[in-house]
């Protein structure tokens, strides 16, 4: 039906018709797209004072594009409008283009004789608020028209036979009421769809009601036949049937996977994908590759995919500023700070508040239910996956051959030996691995993990210490009242072995009780809370 909108994505695939200006086809101009356009048209040069009386009456005329120029005159010229027509009303070139294109073909699908701009302009009052009867005396549809009839022959997979009139009255009638009433039991018939789910469509998602029934039954088709869903799916996500089939052609046909994940797969994980268009999910694509999102944290949020591309960069470059992000951004679910980050923002502001310092991904995107609950209880405790997945990501030089699930297992394995593991500030952690990576390898630092729940400044403190003897910088009477210390030949230590006498020295103090992850100003969780 819109196969002109197509050449939205190859613009230089348009040919223009003859009545529309040869200057429109350059892309340079001296005084913006809009102002060049207008005055090859009519003829007429646009004051600056009348441009900023134009910018108040139509907000958005003075950002339209060429593209958005070029793409408008495609619609009209659908309609028989010509340039000239469209310049003697202005407010078509700030509207939406395909909102206008739905407009222009519903007013199309019931009959109307001609198109004109202040139709389509004026759509709403026309279908709203003037009855059959006053559009059939303002000769806008012919006499002897039945609007119903004319609405049912546009739903060409619904059996004649299985069609019925409900004999409106045109004087007590409008286009919208007849319209839906045909809709509606036209959804019965194709999907079951009962009255009370319908009237919800209605609601929820406003663009069904002013979407055009060839728009709609496309969009069924291609869910059914294309995407395989179940008629369950569809009406499970309403907004499936005000998608629109032309972005949904342009996915299936130009991009062939998302997050390394087969369009198609990706539509079926996350249906609202089909709410974006086409150049938007594109441009959230190549946003996402230029921050260096990987395929997999993609793939754990292809909800990042149902944003405004501009939104997804501003969060992104916000973000990016952020301490949490940057301790988090290795995390396979960072895209949901993204997706919530206003959420987010929030609940980091209350947890700063309640002198929270252990937090983890899952607290700042959780459901209401569970952070309410996590800022209420006493203590602090953070989410075992998210520390495992930020030392395992972090230490990124661990063997290669050794998966990362395998990694995480024996990791949490290790971990879970210190009783007091989830109370460790993912803050902390990440510290500590950046200290530590300067001095350690990778493996040494995995294989001594419990070093990582405890304040930077004692680890620091007892590692500079121990090198120094090791390097015989310093001599070992702070330690020469534990007669351990006197058998050692401090020069041989090896890096694992200084981390684990860092362990021992922190903890020593404590009875080995676990207590020294606890920093000045933490709070301190009970042992008997644990159990």
């Known amino acids: 039906m819109r196969s002109c909108l197509r050449n939205i994505k190859l613009l230089s695939d348009y040919i223009y018709p003859t009545y529309f200006p040869k200057v429109f086809c350059s892309q340079y101009y001296h005084n913006g797209p809009f102002m060049e356009f207008y005055k090859e048209v009519t003829g007429e040069t646009i004051t600056n004072d009348y441009f900023e009386i134009l910018k108040k009456r139509h907000p958005n005329i003075e950002g339209i594009s060429h593209d958005r120029l070029q793409c408008t005159l495609q619609i009209l010229q659908k309609f028989n409008i010509t340039a000239q027509e469209a310049c003697q009303h202005l407010h078509v070139f700030s509207m939406n283009p395909i909102t206008m294109d739905n407009y222009g073909e519903i007013l ?17 009052t026309l ?69 009370e789910e319908f009237k919800k469509y209605c609601i929820y998602y406003l663009p069904l009601k002013h979407k055009p029934m060839s728009d709609i039954q496309e969009s069924i088709n291609l869910a059914q036949n294309e995407l395989k869903f179940s008629n369950e799916s569809i009406k499970r996500n309403g907004f499936v049937l005000s998608a629109d089939p032309l972005h949904t052609k342009l996915l299936l046909e130009n991009i062939e996977a998302l997050a390394g994940i087969n369009i198609r797969d990706v539509i079926k994980l996350e249906p609202a994908i089909l709410k974006n268009n086409y150049n938007s999910v594109i441009q959230i694509r190549d946003i996402l590759e230029e921050y260096r999102i990987s395929v997999e944290q993609q793939r754990k949020c292809l909800k990042v995919y149902c944003m405004c591309p501009d939104t997804v960069r501003q969060r992104l470059e916000e973000l990016r500023q952020s301490k949490e992000y940057k301790i988090l951004s290795t995390n396979p679910r960072v895209l949901y700070l993204v997706v919530h980050k206003n959420k987010m923002m929030k609940r980091l502001a209350k947890i700063e508040t ?21 800022i209420s209880s006493f203590g602090d405790k953070v989410c075992g996956r998210d520390i495992a997945v930020l030392i395992t990501s972090s230490l990124h030089n661990l063997s290669r051959e050794t998966k990362r699930s395998e990694l ?48 930077v400044s004692d680890v620091e403190h007892y590692i500079n210490m121990l090198e120094n003897i090791r390097e015989g910088r310093q001599r070992h009477e702070k330690f020469i009242h534990d007669i351990n210390y006197t058998i050692i030949n401090s020069s041989t230590l090896t890096d694992d072995q200084i981390l684990s006498l860092v362990l021992y020295e922190i903890e020593k103090k404590y009875h080995f009780s676990g207590d020294g992850i606890w920093s000045k100003d933490a709070i301190k969780v009970d042992s008997q809370s644990l159990k």
Request: net charge positive; hydrophobic share 40%.
């Open 108 to 124: 199309k699908e019931c009959g109307f004789l001609t198109i004109l701009p202040n139709q389509i302009i004026k759509y709403h």
């Open 127 to 195: 279908v709203k608020s003037r009855t059959v009867a006053q559009l059939k005396k303002d000769s806008l549809l012919p006499k002897d028209v039945i609007l119903e009839q004319n609405i049912l022959d546009k739903l060409t997979d619904w059996p004649d036979s299985l069609k019925s009139l409900q004999n409106f009255s045109d004087s007590q009638s409008n286009i919208l009421m007849v319209r839906m009433n045909v809709l509606e039991r036209y959804l019965y018939w194709k999907l079951s769809v009962t009255a």
């Open 354 to 374: 309640a002198n929270k310092q252990c937090y983890s991904l899952n607290h700042l995107v959780s459901s209401n239910k569970v952070f309410n609950s996590y």
């Open 408 to 455: 995480t297992s024996a990791l949490l394995k290790q971990l879970r030996r210190h009783k007091y593991w989830l109370h460790a500030a993912i803050s902390v952690i990440d510290e500590n691995i950046q200290f530590l990576r300067k001095k350690f390898h990778d493996q040494t630092i995995f294989n001594n993990c419990h070093i990582l729940l405890y304040p």
